[in-house]
C-alpha cells in the first residue's frame, strides 16, 4: 500500500450506493485495517437500487432480500455507517466534511459516491402533491405502488429506463398506463431506432397507452388527480403521475468545495483514470463521476449500475496506493414484459447496425458499428452472444467486418493494431 493512505488511516464515504459500498469491502478485502465511515442520506443500509422499478416494485423482492449485504456484515467487517444524514460541505484544506448536525469528520481520504437524483419538473413536487412521483430510492415505492394499486390511470411522464420498466411493471400489476415520451420513441437515446420501436411495440401490445413526440405545455394537479397538457391542446388525464425525465448527479458537495466539476452540462465531478478528483485526498465514482474514456477517447459520465460498483473497486484500490486504470466497457440490462435487453460499450441511434437473429421475435444481437469500429452490443435471448460480443469491444474493436457479418466470435482475434482510442495505460 506504498503511496497510498497510511494503513491506520480514515476513509470517509459520501453515499451508500452500490459505488459506495463496493468501495468500502474492496478497502477490507485489500488489507485496510483503519476507519471506514459511510455516510447516507438514505436511512436504509445499501440495497440494489436497479430493482426498485422491477423486482421492488412488483413485491417479488422484499426490502431484506434487496440489500448488498446483511446489516451484520457491516458490522463484522468495521465499517460504520452513518445513516439519514446530508453531508452540508467538504473542507479540502482541513481534510474534513461538514453534516448537517454541524459536527465535523475528519479524513485522510475522501471518496465522493453521492449518485444522482431525479431531475424535477417544474411545479410537481411529491412534497405538496402526494398524487405525484418520483422513484430513485426505496422510500419511493410503497407510494409509488399504492398508485399503482389505486383507482385510476397511472401517467408516466418520459419512457427511458425508469419510465419504461415502471410502464412494464404497473401493467403486469394490472394498472392502465399512459406513457408520454418528448423523443419519437421510447428508449430513443440510448437505443438505435429498429430496437427502441420494438418496445413501442413493447408497451402498445402490453395495453399501454403510448404517445411519442409529446411536449407539454404544463401539468395540473389537484385532489382529483393529473391532467398534462401539450401545446397543441392534446391532454392525458390520470389519476396519479410518475415523472422520469431523467437524473441530476449530486455534484454540488464537489462544485461547492472548488473541486473540477464539467459545465457542459452533464456536471459530473471531474476525476482522471484513478478516480482522482482535482484534489489529491479526494476521488469520486459511480454516476457522479466525470471520467476519462480510454477506448474511445473523450469524458463520460456512465450511470450503470455495473460502472458504479467496478469504479468503487477502482477508487478504493486507488485510496491504498495501488491504481489500475478505469477502461471497463460499461454495461446495463433492462427487464420488461419477461425480457430481458443486454446493452454494452457506447451505442447510439446513428450507429451502423449488424444484426444477428431476429428482432421481430426477440431473438437477436446487434453489433453497432462507429467508423468501423466495435462500440456496442445490443442483445435479446442470446446472453452467450453478448458476453463474447462485448469481449469484442476493447480487445478487437476494429476486427474485420465481414468476420461480424458471419457471426459474433466466440474468442477476439489478435488485435489489429488500428489506430486511436485503444489506451489502457
Known sequence: MSEGIAPDGTVVIIGSGVCGATAAETLRKEGFAGK?????????????????????????????????????FWDEQNVEIISGTTVAGIKPADKKIVLESGAEQPYDALLVATGGRPRMMPGLDPESQPNVHYLRSISDVPTLREAIDGKGKLLIIGAGLIGSEVAATARTLGSEVILLEAAERPLARMLPEPISRLYAKMHEDNGVEFHAGVQLDRVDVDKKGVTA???????????????????????????????????????????????????????AAGDVAMFPNLLLGGMQRVEHWSNAQEQGAHAARAILGMPTPYADVPWCWTKQYGKNLQIAGWPTPEDDLIIHGDLDALDFTVLCLRDEQLVGVISMGRPKEFRNAKALIPDAPYINRKDLEEGVPATAPVRAGAPGGNDKS
Open 36 to 72: 471506514i465511515v459511510m455516510i447516507s442520506s438514505d436511512t436504509e443500509y445499501p440495497y440494489r437500487r436497479p430493482q426498485l422499478s422491477k423486482e421492488l416494485l412488483e413485491g417479488k423482492v422484499t426490502v431484506e432480500r434487496s440489500r448488498l449485504r446483511p446489516p451484520t
Open 229 to 283: 397538457i401539450s401545446p397543441d391542446g392534446r391532454s392525458w388525464k390520470a389519476a396519479a403521475a410518475l415523472v422520469s425525465v431523467g437524473m441530476m448527479p449530486n455534484a454540488e458537495l464537489a462544485e461547492e468545495a472548488g473541486l473540477a466539476v464539467d459545465t457542459s452540462g452533464r456536471r459530473g465531478i471531474i476525476v482522471d483514470k484513478f478516480c482522482r478528483t482535482s484534489d489529491p485526498a479526494i476521488y
